[in-house]
């Protein structure tokens, strides 16, 4: 086990070593792959900050609840208590129609054709904020208490956040597109490293095949070296993407001093953080894992002189 | 012990190296395999370590068919050999001890093990004052003799040789005969191919003769 242990630090130490010897290119290559993960991570931030700032400016959707004209004050208590046991339901505000009406009166500016009528031609409401406010979940509430007696209307004004969501929803998808196409790219540039260093590395790699070495004990600095230098470009990426947040508060501090309301975007996070890392560090080990499979091949001592 | 039977060796392209060869060695044998060059001794040497494999017959080494052993169990095969080439095959960037180290690392020793392994293996053919030198400052004769500490660090219970003395002036031939000789005296099988007469005079050896690709004698 101790042997084991030395063995993969000495990997990692010469793999480290290799770091060194070749800096100038090692530099680049995680400059190149930083860069490439800067983009979507920077991308995927932004679409989190747009729905953050979605949630906080709009007012969370609500539901309106018109009861029956004719709806008794015990038929009303009943809906009360109904919405009181809902756990869907975070609360709710009662409308009586007398107040709707004086509401509708100061609100609208037509007080003399409200005075008018002949009689209030409001019902009484109530307005419900849901537990969840996604779409799915209120339109469920909507349904739910549509079914209940005397209840002649739920309106729920869902346009708004499924316009709202699709539009963010799309942006995932695009940015999850360039992801995707940047992680290819990240392990051809991986990919192609990795078969440099086989070739300078011939050698060794032929010595070590002689006396015994398994394949895995040859791979083992390549996928470490990968995985580092992915992980680098990872580290960079993180630091790219959070100075240009703090660079975009710096600016809006001074936007938002002027419209008095506050603007701030939100650094990554420790997940996300973590993610861009780990998944980084995952692409440059698959890069040179593809690369050492197809480059080690050729180089079987076995193969005729 | 191994055991050859039959074995043909065709390379691609048709050259055929080795044609219908039976032989046996026994356990601490010295072996010297001679014969002109193109005869097959090299390619004799290969197919024990299975870097090469048999065409027809069949290669036995320790009771394992060596010819059809699958490719994850050859390392595990080749670590039973110490290998030392004609042309070194050492790595020029890692010092004396590093090359040294290289099959014990490979074989999974702990730092310490492989520490005092090496300088008994650089004591014994007499490189352990270079142990820091780049190979590459080192003279034809003591490169050689770093290229066998190196085969037999991990204590191999064979050695093969691949013309081990070419290239060297009759000075360091008689130092590397005598380093065989020493590990023939400690029951270490030794397989020695070459055509350096004054070596086999000396050493005396069992002969095995090659003579365009099928055994002479």
Same mark, same amino acid.
């Given at each position: 086990m101790r042997a084991w242990l030395g063995h993969h630090a000495r990997s990692m130490a010469s793999t480290l070593a290799s770091f060194g010897r070749a800096p100038l290119g090692a530099a680049l290559s995680v400059l190149v792959a930083g860069i490439a993960l800067a983009l979507p991570a920077g991308l995927y931030l932004t679409i989190d900050n747009l729905q953050n700032a979605a949630r906080g400016l709009a007012t969370e959707p609500q539901i309106s609840v018109f009861m029956a004209l004719d709806a008794s004050r015990a038929e009303i208590a009943q809906i009360e208590a109904r919405l009181k046991q809902?756990? @869907? /339901?975070q609360r709710y505000r009662f409308v009586p129609r007398d107040q709707a009406l004086r509401e509708l009166k100061q609100a609208s500016g037509i007080a003399d054709l409200v005075d008018s009528l002949?009689?209030?031609?409001l019902p009484d409401a109530f307005v419900v904020s849901a537990q969840d406010s996604s779409p799915q979940s209120l339109e469920a509430l909507r349904d739910e208490i549509k079914?209940?007696? @005397? /209840?002649?209307l739920v309106q729920l004004d869902a346009a708004w956040a499924r316009r709202l969501d699709a539009v963010l929803r799309f942006g995932q998808l695009a940015v999850a597109l360039l992801a995707a196409l940047l992680a290819v790219a990240l392990v051809a540039i991986m990919f192609n490293n990795i078969r440099l260093q086989v070739l300078t590395r011939r050698d060794e790699i032929e010595v070590a095949k002689l006396i015994g070495a398994t394949d895995a004990f040859i791979q083992r600095p390549f996928l470490y070296y990968g995985a580092l230098q992915g992980c680098a470009g990872g580290v960079l990426a993180w630091l790219v993407v959070n100075a240009c947040v703090w660079l975009a508060n710096r600016q809006l501090g001074e936007l938002s001093h002027l419209y008095a309301a506050l603007f701030q975007l939100r650094y990554m996070g420790t997940a996300d953080s973590l993610g861009l890392l780990g998944l980084s560090a995952a692409l440059g080990w698959l890069g040179a894992w593809m690369s050492v499979h197809r480059h080690l091949k050729p180089l079987e001592p076995s193969s005729p002189k | 012990m191994i055991s050859l039977s039959h074995v043909s060796k065709r390379y691609p392209g048709g050259h055929?190296?080795?044609?219908d060869v039976s032989l046996t060695i026994t356990p601490g044998e010295l072996v010297f395999i001679t014969?002109?060059?193109?005869?097959g001794k090299t390619t004799l040497l290969k197919l024990l370590p299975a870097i090469e494999r048999p065409t027809a017959g069949s290669v036995v080494v320790n009771r394992q068919n060596v010819g059809a052993m699958s490719a994850r169990a050859v390392p595990f095969l080749r670590r039973k050999f110490g290998l030392v080439f004609q042309d070194h *095959?050492?790595?020029?960037?890692?010092n004396v001890f590093e090359n040294v180290a290289l099959p014990l690392q490979i074989g999974g020793y702990s730092a310490a093990d492989t520490a005092r392994r090496v300088r008994a293996a650089l004591d014994k053919v007499g490189l352990l004052a270079l142990e *820091?030198?780049? +190979?590459?400052?080192?003279?034809g004769g003591e490169q050689q003799r770093l290229c066998i500490a190196r085969a037999i660090v991990h204590r191999p219970a064979i050695l093969l040789a691949d013309e +081990?003395?070419?290239?060297?002036?009759a000075e360091y031939a008689t130092e590397i005969g005598e380093l065989f000789r020493s590990f023939h005296q400690v029951g270490v099988t030794i397989i020695i191919a070459t055509h350096d007469q004054a070596l086999l005079a000396r050493l005396a050896p069992r002969e095995i003769a090659l003579k365009h690709g099928t055994l002479a004698r």
């Open positions: 809902n756990p @869907r /339901v002949p009689q209030n031609p079914q209940w007696p @005397r /209840v002649a | 055929e190296a080795l044609h014969g002109h060059s193109g005869a *095959k050492l790595l020029h960037d890692r *820091k030198a780049a +190979p590459i400052t080192l003279s +081990p003395t070419a290239n060297l002036d």
